[in-house]
């Protein structure tokens, strides 16, 4: 499976940005996807994930109710829709996603950029 992550770039503070995770898998929908994220010097961190079963959403504590995340099984697309960013948002965004019917990521995709300045 390969996914592409894109839409990042360069926001103020208080403005919003949507990123489209996009997948080669035949099968896209019975796979839980999920957004991580890497700050410079830091460890990659868990940002969001929507589950194959029933398309249940988690968020980590401080991107709640700012973010959402959504699919559209479709397309093969998940997107993170950013609101409100903040300076602590700018990081490289990374997607990922599972094998089917799991919500254990195995497949990467390259990360985005997204930078906020304030």
């Known amino acids: 499976v390969q996914l592409q992550a894109s839409g990042g770039g360069l926001v103020q503070a208080g403005g919003s940005l949507r990123l489209t995770c996009a997948a080669s898998?035949?099968?896209?929908?019975?796979?839980?996807v999920a957004w991580f994220r890497q700050a410079p010097e830091q460890e990659r961190d868990f940002v969001a994930i929507?589950?194959?079963?029933?398309?249940?959403?988690t968020y980590a504590n401080s991107v709640k109710g700012r973010f959402t995340i959504s699919r559209d099984n479709v397309k093969n697309m998940v997107y993170l829709q950013m609101n409100n960013v903040k300076p602590e948002d700018t990081a490289v965004y990374y997607c990922?996603?599972?094998?089917?019917?799991?919500?254990?990521?195995?497949?990467w995709g390259k990360g985005t950029l997204v930078t906020v300045s304030s």
């Open positions: 990922a996603t599972s094998d089917p019917y799991s919500d254990a990521m195995r497949y």
């Open positions: 898998a035949r099968t896209f929908s019975n796979r839980g």
């Open positions: 929507i589950s194959w079963k029933e398309g249940a959403t």
